[in-house]
């Protein structure tokens, strides 16, 4: 049974850090490609970073808040990583991270929520002073 469990959630003032993990349980992490996905009070949920499966690619989306500047996506064999820096009051959502099969291996990860059919049930962060 695929199982993924966010944690590293919390509240933060503005500039701060947090590191989210997503540990997968039930299937074999390097086959699957991973994304991180947010959504805030009254939003819709928007890609924010994925990654390929066997570590072969990364993506950021181009939000406004200049995601590819300050989070960084990174995976071991349990556990898929996103690391926040300089975390602003618009960083405020719950982020969840998803899965799903991707082999053969693309360089380029898919990271639209539709494409992937496995979710774990959110972490909140908080950005606030």
């Known amino acids: 049974q695929v199982q993924l469990v966010e944690s590293g959630g919390g509240l933060v003032q503005p500039g701060g850090s947090l590191r989210l993990s997503c540990a997968a349980s039930?299937?074999?992490?390097?086959?699957?490609?991973i994304g991180w996905f947010r959504q805030a009070p009254g939003k819709g949920r928007e890609g924010v970073s994925c990654?390929?499966?066997?570590?072969?690619?990364?993506?950021y989306a181009d939000l406004a808040d200049s995601v590819k500047a300050r989070f960084t996506i990174s995976r071991d064999k349990r556990t898929v990583y996103l690391q926040m820096n300089s975390l602003k009051p618009e960083d405020t959502a719950v982020y969840y991270c998803?899965?799903?099969?991707?082999?053969?291996?693309?360089?380029?990860?898919?990271?639209?929520?539709?494409?992937?059919?496995?979710w774990g049930q959110g972490t909140q962060v908080t950005v606030s002073s």
């Open positions: 039930g299937f074999t992490l390097d086959d699957y490609a």
């Open positions: 990654i390929s499966s066997l570590n072969r690619g990364t993506y």
């Open positions: 998803a899965a799903r099969f991707a082999l053969p291996v693309t360089s380029a990860p898919v990271c639209a929520s539709s494409w992937y059919n496995y």
